[in-house]
């Protein structure tokens, strides 16, 4: 164990009851760290259990976030045994693009002590400060194009295909060490049978004779990828802390998407012969893996293609989504959204999917919003982003 000086060592008169942490820096460590949830939710009925495989190739260096961040995490310890773990991450993309010294925290998983948390975010803080970075923000797991926010409600049921999932104290021990709300990310559901209101359909009607919706061409699927991927960069531009995929971060994700995607399942909109809008529906792999423990081998693959190739998942996640900006805050723009939206509407019920979760949305983001709930979409989760000024410490 690479045992560094811990910030706060010795924590009670017990010197038994000490806390060290540990940079991770071995194959060993990696596997504490990818490990430790398994003895913070083994009595948590709403946690699936990520894919072990999938969470080494998310902390590769081949993986092509790594390309323009720097990285580093911790494993905290008591008595030996791991009891939490933190990352820290600097995006060269988020500081060129917003010039605000601002690092980040993610990974973060811990026993129910406040001690804990505090070890864990000052050595993450101690690590960024010396980097330069005068703010942090998180969890981004590991950027915001990946896994974000810390659950703060919707406890209750299980996290959909790459959302998180956390115990209810995790937002209170934030706040007891400092760390303030920035951002509310919100997640809906609705169900597959939704019915669009008479608005929308009077205005699909006006607009639809210019838009054509068409399904995903797998067969000519990198250029498919660079199309989604243009219009994505292009729709999320203006959002808060929005940094761009690069070509390479999304041929990577593209892997997943063409295994996982149907056809049927990803629309592109066109308006007059150019791409304008585009959805993906997932179908929620986390239904599908909640028994496998995040064991693929010995038999964990062929469940997991039996369950999606034979009996499709009855719930499914749009995680992409996006209209161009220059649609924005119009009709046609509307009328895109809810063409696409209700383009996936049929193929989705013929898979057998009753519902679908549409995440994340920013909590301020009121015109998606309003087009969600129109079509009777409930938030049903809330992700937070917590951030703390370093330099008045």
Not at 50 to 56: M, W
Not at 235 to 244: C, E, K, L, R
Not at 264 to 276: S, T
Not at 327 to 340: E, K, N, R, T
Request: with cysteine; hydrophobic share 40%.
């Amino acid at each position: 164990m690479n045992t560094i000086e811990p910030v706060e060592a010795d924590l009670s008169d017990n010197p038994t009851h000490a806390l060290q942490i540990s940079k991770v820096s071995s194959r060993n460590d990696q596997k504490d760290f990818i490990r430790l949830p398994w003895s913070i939710y083994s009595d948590d009925p709403a946690w699936v259990p990520p894919l072990l495989l999938e969470r080494r190739m998310q902390l590769s260096p081949k993986n092509p976030y790594f390309d323009h961040a720097e990285f580093c995490s911790w494993i905290a310890y008591r008595n030996g045994l791991p009891v939490g773990r933190v990352s820290a991450q600097i995006d060269q993309l988020h500081i060129q693009r917003y010039q605000d010294n601002t690092g980040f925290f993610g990974m973060l998983e811990a026993k129910e002590d406040v001690r804990i948390f505090r070890l864990l975010l000052k050595t993450a803080e101690n690590w960024l400060q010396e980097q330069g970075m005068q703010k942090i923000c998180g969890p981004f797991n590991l950027s915001i194009n990946q896994e974000l926010g810390l659950l703060v409600d919707g406890f209750d049921t299980p996290p959909s295909l790459m959302m998180g999932h956390a115990r209810p104290y995790y937002a209170r021990m934030m706040e007891d060490v400092g760390y303030v709300k920035e951002k509310d990310l919100l997640a809906y559901i609705i169900n597959s049978n939704f019915e669009m209101t008479a608005a929308a359909n009077r205005l699909l009607s006006k607009t639809g004779s210019n838009i054509y919706i068409r399904n995903l061409q797998k067969s000519n699927f990198l250029k498919e990828l660079d199309i989604i991927r243009d219009i994505f960069n292009d729709a999320w531009s203006s959002n808060w802390n929005f940094v761009p995929f690069t070509n390479a971060e999304f041929e990577h994700l593209g892997k997943d998407l063409k295994l996982l995607a149907d056809e049927e399942l990803v629309k592109i909109a066109e308006i007059d012969g150019q791409p304008a809008a585009f959805i993906v529906v997932l179908p929620n792999l986390n239904e599908v893996i909640r028994d496998l423990n995040g064991k693929l081998l010995p038999f964990g693959w062929l469940k997991m293609l039996w369950r999606l190739k034979v009996k499709f998942p009855e719930s499914a996640r749009i995680p992409l989504m996006g209209v161009r900006r220059r649609y924005h805050d119009s009709l046609m723009g509307a009328a895109l959204a809810f063409g696409i939206i209700g383009a996936v509407q049929k193929p989705a019920i013929k898979k057998g999917i009753k519902e679908v979760e549409l995440s994340w949305i920013l909590e301020d983001n009121m015109g998606m919003r309003n087009i969600i709930e129109s079509i009777d979409g409930k938030v049903y989760k809330t992700y937070r982003i917590y951030g703390k000024q370093m330099s008045e410490d």
